[in-house]
């Protein structure tokens, strides 16, 4: 199975601040990436697909770019609604897989 | 809109089974195939396995570690899709989500709420 790290593991930061998550696969997915943002007690929600396509009615502060074996997300601007934790997912290989996730916390 | 929802979980002891449902609605279901994660306390995200279209043939998936325990089936004409557990382990304890693949890929825009499954000893 394909085995994706992210890091960090938690992340401190403040309102406003600008934010990136790493993504590494352990062999290429080309851009065949997904990310997900889940808060406590809710299912993950999709933020961005095929590693930088933003989804339908997906904030614009949120950004994802890289291909291969690595891949960020960044948050430009971060907002109160925003601290949760993050996962990417690769969909290049069965069986999918997820990063570990990041959680974001205030700081 | 599109929804679904998971029902069927709750507290079981280790050895039994539970079966989980997974209702659809706001779209056509047998068109997409379905799949289930799973997330322990704590812990991070699980593919559990999925089910193909009638189209693609309907055939299943597992994770390798679930095989022969766990059985997904779907019945079209209702718009559910079925978890079937059997010989549950305390490890097997998490919430259990069914999804919806986008038609480009197997990432998920579709999710249900959850349903949390507890295995005691």
């Known amino acids: 199975d394909i085995q994706m790290t992210q890091s960090p593991s938690t992340l401190s930061a403040s309102v406003g601040d600008r934010v990136t998550i790493t993504c590494r696969a352990s062999?290429?997915?080309?851009?065949?990436l997904a990310w997900y943002q889940q808060r406590p007690g809710k299912a993950p929600k999709l933020l961005i697909y095929?590693?930088?396509s933003l989804e339908s009615g997906g904030p614009s502060r949120f950004s994802g770019s890289g291909s291969g074996t690595e891949f960020t997300l960044t948050i430009s601007s971060l907002q109160p609604e925003d601290f949760a934790t993050y996962y990417c997912?690769?969909?290049?290989?069965?069986?999918?897989?997820f990063g570990q996730g990041t959680k974001v916390e205030i700081k | 809109e599109e929804q679904l929802v998971e029902s069927g979980g709750g507290l079981v002891q280790a050895g039994r089974s539970l079966r989980l449902s997974c209702t659809a609605s706001?779209?056509?279901?047998?068109?997409?195939?379905m799949s289930w994660f799973r997330q322990a306390p704590g812990r991070g995200l699980e593919w559990v396995g999925f089910?193909?279209?009638?189209?693609?043939?309907?055939?299943?998936e597992y994770a390798a570690s679930l095989k022969g325990r766990f059985t997904i089936s779907r019945d079209d004409s209702k718009s559910i899709g079925y978890l079937q557990m059997n010989s549950l382990k305390t490890e097997d304890t998490a919430v259990y989500y069914c999804?919806?693949?986008?038609?480009?890929?197997?990432?998920?825009?579709?999710w249900g709420q959850g349903t949390l499954v507890t295995v005691s000893s």
């Open positions: 997912q690769q969909y290049n290989f069965y069986p999918v897989t």
């Open positions: 999804t919806r693949s986008h038609s480009s890929g197997y990432y998920y825009a579709y």
């Open positions: 095929k590693a930088s």
């Open positions: 062999q290429s997915i080309s851009t065949w």
């Open positions: 706001g779209f056509t279901f047998a068109d997409h195939p």
């Open positions: 089910i193909r279209s009638k189209a693609h043939g309907g055939t299943t």
